[in-house]
């Protein structure tokens, strides 16, 4: 098993561009999520899916977008990026609400 | 609101004892998750507890009082690779969602 997997690891981007962030589970797992690690902080959860075709809102979801139209993918796309975009992104997955989380290896991304 | 509170930073000599605290004030519960993350890697996962008591897991054991909003991570027989942060994390009622604090970056001295 692969786990979590996210590409690109590293990401510079203009601002006003836009990119899509790629995260892929080989666990079978229902929930996925991605969050936001900027600099001495906490994780910050954008979006969540509880499974194929369902996704809601976390704490810090303006300025992107998601979808799930499998139970593997979860991509993240990021619309006319900001420099308060630049942090480190890592999408995670779990069996259910209640189970731990296992993490991707995460994303870099700098805009400038 | 949904608060978590951890110290910043703490530092312990190798072969001690450590505890990191961690206070939460959140609208809901549903366990409580500690997980370690060195620099520039992902968080992986340490302990569950989702009712009052002791976890023991290892050198490794977590803490919770809900009647407190209280939990903490014991670290015994420091290990000079457990130089990292570490994150508490409230599951909201709901089961969906996962509020993290800031974590504390601890730091393992020979």
């Known amino acids: 098993n692969a786990g979590v997997t996210q590409t690109p690891k590293f990401r510079i981007l203009k601002i006003g561009q836009s990119m899509t962030l790629q995260c892929t589970q080989d666990?079978?797992?229902?929930?996925m999520y991605w969050y936001r690690q900027d600099p001495g902080m906490g994780l910050k959860l954008i979006y969540y899916?509880?499974?194929?075709?369902?996704?809601d809102k976390g704490e810090v979801p303006n300025g992107y977008n998601v979808s799930r139209s499998t139970t593997e993918d979860f991509p993240l796309r990021l619309e006319l990026a900001a420099p308060s975009q630049t942090s480190v992104y890592f999408c995670?997955?779990?069996?259910?609400?209640?189970?731990?989380?296992?993490f991707g290896p995460g994303t870099r991304l700098t805009v400038t | 609101g949904q608060n978590i509170d951890q110290p910043t930073e703490m530092t312990a000599t190798e072969g001690a004892i450590v505890q990191i605290n961690c206070t939460y004030q959140?609208?809901?519960?549903?366990?409580l998750f500690w997980y370690q993350q060195h620099a520039g890697e992902a968080p992986t996962f340490l302990s569950y507890n989702v009712l009052d008591g002791l976890e023991e897991k290892g050198r490794f054991s977590s803490f919770l009082s809900r009647s407190k909003g209280y939990s903490y991570l014991l670290l015994k027989e420091l290990q000079m690779k457990d130089s990292a942060s570490y994150l508490c994390a409230v599951r909201d009622e709901g089961g969906f969602k996962t509020i993290f604090g800031a974590g504390t970056r601890l730091f393992v001295k020979a």
């Open positions: 959140t609208s809901g519960f549903n366990g």
């Open positions: 666990m079978n797992h229902n929930y």
């Open positions: 995670a997955s779990s069996y259910s609400g209640q189970d731990e989380q296992y």
């Open positions: 899916s509880v499974g194929a075709g369902i996704t």
